[in-house]
């Protein structure tokens, strides 16, 4: 398997322009995870979905980001309006539940988001 | 407040000798805790879990503790080299039976040779 897949690797953009990161999670997996790095504020949940339904999207800063999964092999997380502060690393992540109930993480290799 | 603390400095220690990481957590009663590694440029990667009845667990090199009274979890890597150098993060679900994990900021570690 080729891993967690993310598009773009790097994006520059005004404020205000549209930002459409995308994701393809590890075949099997039941779980996506978006997060959001930064050196202040670390690695933050901004939404997961569990077999494509979005469970948690409290981490989401605002209404100008949204998420969505239209099938297990596809996810993508908007931004609309973009601003200078949404500048940061966005990671996807997938996981598979396991029966023990915990679950390992498999991360992208991460989008990152330059808005002038 | 729930708060995930781990050392905001580097960690720079000689190639063969044991780094030892530190991480704190308040107002969790996590079920299983979680060591993650990230190098420059990449998203983290899964190393080590351990459960809220483990002590320890050992993986090759690394050793990880777990102590639910002190809600304090260590990492060790034993012989480390320069290899071992990148940030690790450790993290864990914030409410019991949830699948989510909250991180720690990590902290990075510099095997010098």
């Known amino acids: 398997d080729a891993g967690v897949i993310q598009s773009p690797r790097h994006e520059v953009t005004e404020m205000g322009q549209e930002v459409t990161l995308r994701c393809k999670p590890i075949?099997?997996?039941?779980?996506l995870f978006w997060y959001r790095q930064t050196m202040m504020r670390g690695l933050e949940l901004l939404i997961y979905?569990?077999?494509?339904?979005?469970?948690?999207d409290s981490g989401m800063p605002e209404d100008r980001f949204s998420a969505k999964m239209p099938n297990a092999s596809f996810s993508t997380l908007k931004i609309q309006p973009s601003e200078p502060r949404d500048s940061a690393v966005y990671f996807c992540?997938?996981?598979?539940?396991?029966?023990?109930?915990?679950?390992?993480?498999?991360f992208g290799p991460g989008t990152r988001l330059t808005v002038l | 407040s729930q708060k995930i603390e781990q050392n905001s400095e580097a960690l720079n220690i000689q190639e063969g000798k044991t780094a030892t990481l530190t991480c704190n957590y308040t107002?969790?009663?996590?079920?299983?805790l979680q060591w993650y590694r990230q190098d420059p440029g990449r998203g983290p990667v899964f190393l080590l879990l351990?459960?809220?009845?483990?002590k320890e667990k050992r993986k090759e090199r690394l050793k990880v503790t777990f102590d639910t009274t002190l809600k304090q979890s260590l990492f060790h890597i034993t012989a480390s080299q320069p290899a071992d150098s990148a940030t690790y993060l450790c993290a864990l679900p914030p409410t019991y039976g949830n699948n989510r994990l909250a991180f720690g900021k990590g902290n990075q570690v510099v095997v010098i040779p």
């Open positions: 992540a997938s996981s598979l539940l396991r029966i023990q109930g915990w679950h390992e993480q498999f």
């Open positions: 351990i459960r809220e009845n483990e």
């Open positions: 979905f569990n077999n494509n339904v979005p469970i948690d």
């Open positions: 107002n969790y009663s996590p079920a299983y």
């Open positions: 075949s099997g997996h039941d779980y």
